[in-house]
């Protein structure tokens, strides 16, 4: 009989406003069927996408400024305080912008910035949304929880012949553990950590050109999906996993398969 794999939580990551810096975690509180903490809780609309806050529906990426497109943002440098909703903003290490998203004042700052920052690349004015109760602005129509193996990143370094930093990536669990692309033959199953959280892992993440760029620089440097295409036939990396049982993941824990 096989033995199930030791997987290991390497780092957790979440990413309070979409497309803008990821902030590392020790320890995260998952819910029951919920979303991650804290991520993807504000979006930058690029131009009128009618969004409705009273009743949200899930809109493609390019309704929002995004990695995918708008490759400077990974330029910014940008911190989130969940108790005070207030985003901190630098460019060039200099704050350019310190706001309470809570209040339209802080929206319309945060707005206002991008105006000056992504003068060519926007569609319309620019507005900060608010994830209303029960959404977030995730790829994913169902807001799974993300999870990258690391040594799948690895793998994609040899393919491309470069370094590859995993934040490309923009997951919210990094796994070690696992055997490159082996995360994709447990799809359907179940992990779960000593204290009784347990995800399941639902569906490969599809990846588009928002890996291509460096998440320190903001450079479009590396063509990492049709490389991943030319190599493996898909371009997948990653998987996104429903929480079946909450409770609090810390980095360093170990994910043990049930079953």
Known sequence: MSQSPALRIAALYRYPVKGLSPEALEAAELETSGYFPGDRLYAIENGPSGFNEVAPRHLPKVAYLMLMRNEALARLRTRFDPATHRLEIEENGQQAVSADLATEEGRSAVADFMKGFLPHELRGAPRVLASPPGYRFTDARDGYVSLVNRASVQAIEDMVGAPVDPLRFRANLYLDGL?????????????????????????????????????????????????????????????????????????????????
């Open 179 to 259: 055997e490159p692309w082996a995360e994709n033959d447990l799809l359907g199953k179940v992990v779960e950590t000593s204290d009784g959280v347990r995800l399941k892992l639902a569906r490969r993440t599809v990846r588009c050109a928002a890996v291509n760029v460096d998440p320190e620089t903001g450079i479009r440097d590396l063509a990492i999906p049709p490389t991943l295409s030319k190599n493996l036939g898909h371009s997948d990396c990653g998987v996104y996993a429903e929480v079946l049982n909450g409770g609090t993941v810390r980095a360093g824990e170990v994910l043990n398969v049930v079953g």
